[in-house]
Structure formats: C-alpha cells, structure tokens
C-alpha cells in the first residue's frame, strides 16, 4: 500500500504567467515546471497538475485572478 502523501502549499504568486512571443497562449513557470496553455486560468490549472507529481499544490484562484498574475 502506498503512503499518502502531504502535499506543501504555495502562494498563487509563486507561479510566474507570461504571455508567449511569436504564439497563441500562455506559459506559466515554477519550482522547475514550465506548462503552456490557452489562457493564463489553464496554465495555472496545468501548473498545478505538474507541481503535484512534485509533492507541491496550488491554491484554487478564479480566471480573474489568475490574468492579474501574467507579467507584462
């Protein structure tokens, strides 16, 4: 049998969202993770997808939230 394992959390602001230059889309970065996605809400769901094979999770946010995380 598996040992559960205790996921740490981290802040929504941990996660660095960006527009792709030259494509559709956008990418998100952290702790090593680089996903892609449509729009920086499915970046960060992707991230979060990717930081939990790593033993990390990431707060839920709203759509709204997350295109005030995309840096310019």
């Given amino acids: 049998m598996k040992k559960k394992i205790v996921l740490r959390v981290l802040s929504p602001t941990s996660v660095t969202i960006f527009k792709i230059q030259n494509r559709r889309g956008y990418a998100a ?25 790593k033993g990390y999770t990431l707060k ?6 997350a295109q005030k995380l995309v840096k310019k």
């Fill in 29 to 53: 970065f952290c702790k090593g993770n680089l996903t892609e996605g449509r729009t920086p809400y499915q970046a960060y769901l992707r991230m979060n997808k990717a930081l939990k094979r």
């Fill in 60 to 65: 839920n946010i709203t759509s709204l939230k």
